[in-house]
Each structure stands twice: as C-alpha cells, then as structure tokens.
C-alpha cells in the first residue's frame, strides 16, 4: 500500500454562521485521481481555497509528502508541488499565450530551463499554434487548455483541477479528458471538482462526495452512483422510500 | 497603408533610432539658445520621473497618485543635505534617491493592504503629509517660500544636458532589462491577475515592495537633480499638479511602454514652455489633452503602440 500523498484531517471553515466546510477528513494516495463532487454550495471550491492557502483554516491540518502544510500561503504552494485551477478560466489578458505558461515555471525550478518546459508545457495541451496571441483572442475551450499548460508548467505533484468541463462541449470534454488521462500517466496526482458525475465516471478512481460542507461518501464511482444518500443529496428522496 | 508602413519602419528601424539618438546628443551644439538646452534637461528629468510612474503603475499596475511625494521628497532631501551638511552635489542626488527608495519601500507596506481606488486614494495622501511637514518646520523647509541657496550641479547648462541624458539613458536601459527579464514578466503577470499570480508561485508582494521602492528612488533621483538644476525649491514640487502631471505624461506617451512615458513628457515640457505666458489655462488644457487621449487613443500617441485591448484594462 502507497503512503498517502496528501492527509486532510478534521478541515472546517465557517464564513459567519455558516459552516462551509465541516470537518472534511480524506486522504489522496500518489498517482489516483479523485474526483470531489456535490451539489452547489456544497464547499468544494472551499476545500481547494483552504489547501491552497487562499482561505485560513478555522481547524483541522493538512499534510503533503509528509510535511504540515497547514498553514501553507498561496505563493508557496507551488514550490511544494501543489497547483489549483480556478473555476472560471484565469488568464493574465496583457502576456501572450507564451508568456503566460513561461511566468508559470519560475516558481519550482527558479527560472531554469523554463524555455523548454514553456514549449513542452504547451505542446502537452496542443497550443502550440497561439504562442503568440493573447488570451483575449483565444475561444474558451482554448483557455480551459491554457489554465492546463499553465498548471502543467509549475511541474506539480498535485494538480487541483476546479471544474475543468465548465462550458465545453462534449467534443471538447473528449480532448481534455485525454488530456487528463495523459497527465496521471506522467505520474501527477489530480483531484477535480465536477458538478457531473459523468464526466468523472471516465477517469476518476475515487470519488468524494460533499454536501453542505460535510463528507457525505467516498468510494469508487460505480459504488457513488448507487448510494442512497448521494442520490437523495442530487435528486431529493425517493417517493416510495419518504412515506 | 502608408500609416502601417510607416508605424513599421518607426517600430523597427534602428535607423531612426539612431537618428533620434544622434539628435539628442547633439543638443548643446544646435540649440540655438540656452533657454532651448534648458528645456531639454527638464524633458530628461521629467522623462525619468515618468519612466519611474510607468514602471510602478504601467507594468506592475499599482496605481499611485501621489507619485510628487518621490519626486519632491528627493529635492528636499538632496538640497537640505548640501544646504546643511555641506555634502557635494552629486552625492547628495545619490543620497536622496536612496532616501526615497527608502520611503518607497517603507510605503509599500500599507499599500499592500488596498488596490485600485483605495490604492490611489492612500497614494494621493502621501506628498500631503510631506508638505504639512514642510509648513509646519518652516525654519529648516522654508515654508511655501521653499528653499534656495544651495549649490547647484554645475554652472554649465552642456554639463548639466549631458548629465540628465546620461541620467535618462541609464534608466531607459534600466526599464528594457528590466521588462525583458524574469522579473519583467513577473511584475506584468502581478499587474495582469494578482490571484493568479499568486497561485502560479509568485511572491506577489514581496515584489510589490521591491517596485515601490526602485520607482521611488528613480523618482527621488529625478526630483533631486531637478532641485539641483533650478537652484532653488518650493512646496509646489509636492502638490497634487505634480503627481498629476506625471500621470497626463505617461498617458499621452503610452502607459507600459517604454518610449511612450519619454514622448509624454517632452511633449508635457514643450507644452509647458510655450503655454508659459497663459500658465493659468496650463492644466485645464493638459486635462482637455488628457481626456482627448483617453477617449480616442487610450494606448498613448506613439505610433507603434499596440491596441489597448491586448493589454490589461482591469
């Protein structure tokens, strides 16, 4: 059995009264992909912000490769090995497609090499024909695959993927779930939010299901699709069961 | 056509540069007086406390308004260090602009915590303070009857070109090396998306901090030789028109370009002159100018400047 890559016990987050994260425990073992799924305002997003570091903890500890970094910053995420994307595409609008990889490798390697692994970064997501436009000239599917070269620039060990299939269509969701597929056979780690079950039954293989804030499943997906209580929290309770 | 064409032979042509080049280093020798010369200093002073407002704002997009406090907290500090230390003035110069990279790096701090209007609002509010310390010590700052007496650079208006240009040049290289580093694409990538920039491992403030205090000391170094070359100061170079003026420079030339922040404020130092006898109407017509350039070329009058839409407007 693999050591865990990454350890979260115990994570909880409230914004007032409001518990948005609720004592979320689970563990991601190096080379899966998780899949974390629940319905709207569940906390999954929250979950991210608080790995990253982009939100304080109100409790619980995260563990990476063995180190604490529960009290991790943003900008130091990178260097640990860890990568988030964000939910809508984000991109820097005035750095052409090339510059906004290259600014991505400074962070590991201090700037080294980062001409090579730019190039590499982009051929991996097939960009490499817009090198030179901005981001503002770039369809959407085409800034879903720059946020990838992006993270894949960084050479992370954790990939944070939040919501990847938002606003593609189903041709497009084929090329990136290759892309995705690709990225474990180089041996990276992935956790990805999907609102959609779905998209996730192709390649994850644990699922972790939220719902307002706490743990409600995990398991692997065939199993999530079945559950009771994932079916009730998406769909409401079965008639014949309410009664 | 001929426009693009044109644009082309402007943007990548050495030989224009070289011409442009030539022109400026013959200054002394063609000027037919010295009043033209004089202009031409103050165009390379003020090109360089341009250049330090476009490199904080127009490449790291932290917005400052008060960018006078750099510019006249130079001149104060260069001339009461020779008034009353007797320190030369060139030393004195150096001095001052590590005194307000200094300042720079102290007021980066609390700029941190704010962005955008809030940014401009708390930056707005520091040459404020300076010229309240300013009224207040009227003994040691002279009060708004400002301070003269002091030694100037040198009596020689050739030695005093050739100086600023050097001043000028320095800086210029200063800006492309710095645009064309790492830390170039790092501070674009601030000024573009700081969350993003932040995620991607970039210590966003610590280079916050760092750009505050080079613009700072770039601008104290402007301001000090500029008190050094008028020979005499008053609180004016603290007001709101002075951090103002930067402003309409930049954005006339081209806010983020090199050149443009330098074409801003030859064109602000020509106008300046000319406009001397109806200086009341000076800033309503700077201001007219300014909106006019806003409104139909916001990317600044150099010819080779791209469209704003593929920089960031945000």
């Known amino acids: 059995m693999t050591m865990a890559l990454l350890e979260v016990k115990d994570l909880s987050k409230r914004f007032g009264g409001l518990v948005a994260v609720d004592k979320v425990s689970f563990e991601v073992k190096s080379g899966e992909i998780i899949g974390l799924i629940g319905p709207n305002g569940a906390g999954k997003t929250t979950v991210f912000n608080l790995l990253t570091g982009f939100l304080s903890k109100d409790q619980g500890q995260v563990i990476f490769q063995g180190n604490d970094i529960t009290k991790i910053k943003p900008y130091q995420t990178v260097s640990m090995g860890i990568f988030r994307t964000f939910q809508l595409t984000a991109s820097f609008p005035g750095m052409t497609v090339f510059e906004n990889v290259k600014v991505a490798t400074f962070g590991k390697t201090g700037g080294l090499d980062s001409d090579r692994k730019t190039k590499e970064s982009i051929e991996l997501v097939g960009l490499q024909e817009c090198e030179t436009l901005f981001p503002g000239q770039l369809p959407h599917g085409y800034l879903k695959r720059l946020d990838l070269a992006r993270a894949l620039a960084t050479s992370p060990e954790l990939l944070l993927l939040d919501e990847p299939f938002s606003g593609l269509s189903v041709s497009e969701i084929k090329g990136l779930t290759n892309v995705i597929k690709n990225l474990q056979a180089r041996g990276i780690t992935l956790v990805v939010i999907e609102h959609v079950l779905r998209e996730l039954m192709g390649f994850a293989n644990r699922v972790i299901v939220l719902n307002f804030g706490k743990k409600l499943a995990e398991g692997h997906p065939e199993a999530i699709v079945r559950d009771e209580k994932v079916i009730e929290a998406y769909l409401g309770k079965r008639w014949d069961n309410a009664a | 056509m001929?426009?693009?064409?044109?644009?082309?032979?402007?943007?990548?042509?050495?030989?224009?540069?070289?011409?442009?080049?030539?022109?400026?280093?013959?200054?002394?020798?063609?000027?037919?007086?010295?009043?033209?010369?004089?202009?031409?200093?103050?165009?390379n002073l003020f090109a360089v406390f341009a250049l330090s407002w476009n490199l904080l704002v127009g490449y790291t997009g932290q917005i400052s308004f008060g960018h006078a406090f750099f510019f006249g907290g130079g001149a104060y500090a260069s001339v009461l260090l020779n008034k009353y230390l007797a320190i030369s003035p060139p030393l004195a110069i150096f001095l001052a602009g590590l005194m307000c990279g200094i300042s720079g790096f102290l007021l980066g701090y609390p700029c941190l915590r704010v962005?955008?209007?809030?940014?401009?609002?708390?930056?707005?509010?520091?040459?404020?303070?300076?010229?309240?310390?300013?009224?207040?010590?009227?003994?040691?700052?002279?009060?708004?009857?400002?301070?003269?007496?002091?030694?100037?650079?040198?009596?020689s208006y050739t030695i005093n070109y050739y100086a600023s240009f050097v001043l000028l040049a320095l800086v210029m290289f200063l800006t492309i090396a710095i645009v064309n580093s790492r830390l170039g694409l790092i501070i674009r990538s601030i000024r573009d998306n700081e969350i993003l920039a932040e995620s991607v491992g970039i210590h966003v403030s610590r280079y916050k901090v760092m750009i505050f205090a080079l613009s700072g000391l770039i601008a104290g170094?402007?301001?000090?030789?500029?008190?050094?070359?008028?020979?005499?100061?008053?609180?004016?170079?603290?007001?709101?028109?002075?951090?103002?003026?930067?402003?309409?420079?930049?954005?006339?030339?081209?806010?983020?370009?090199?050149?443009?922040?330098?074409?801003?404020?030859?064109?602000?130092?020509?106008?300046?002159?000319?406009?001397?006898?109806?200086?009341?109407?000076?800033?309503?017509?700077?201001?007219?100018?300014?909106?006019?350039?806003?409104?139909l070329r916001p990317q600044g009058l150099l010819p080779w400047s791209p469209p704003i839409r593929f920089r960031s407007v945000k």
């Open chain 2, 2 to 43: 001929i426009l693009a064409k044109l644009r082309l032979i402007l943007r990548d042509s050495p030989i224009f540069f070289l011409i442009l080049l030539g022109v400026f280093i013959s200054v002394p020798f063609w000027a037919p007086n010295l009043w033209f010369i004089r202009i031409f200093i103050i165009g």
């Open chain 2, 115 to 155: 962005r955008g209007v809030y940014l401009a609002l708390m930056t707005w509010a520091f040459p404020l303070i300076f010229i309240g310390i300013v009224m207040y010590y009227g003994g040691v700052f002279g009060r708004e009857m400002g301070i003269s007496g002091y030694q100037g650079l040198s009596s």
């Open chain 2, 221 to 295: 170094v402007a301001g000090a030789f500029y008190a050094h070359f008028l020979k005499s100061i008053t609180p004016e170079l603290l007001a709101v028109d002075m951090s103002i003026l930067v402003i309409i420079m930049v954005i006339i030339g081209g806010l983020g370009s090199t050149f443009g922040p330098v074409f801003g404020a030859f064109m602000v130092t020509f106008l300046n002159n000319y406009l001397l006898y109806i200086s009341e109407l000076r800033m309503m017509i700077y201001a007219l100018v300014l909106i006019a350039v806003l409104f």
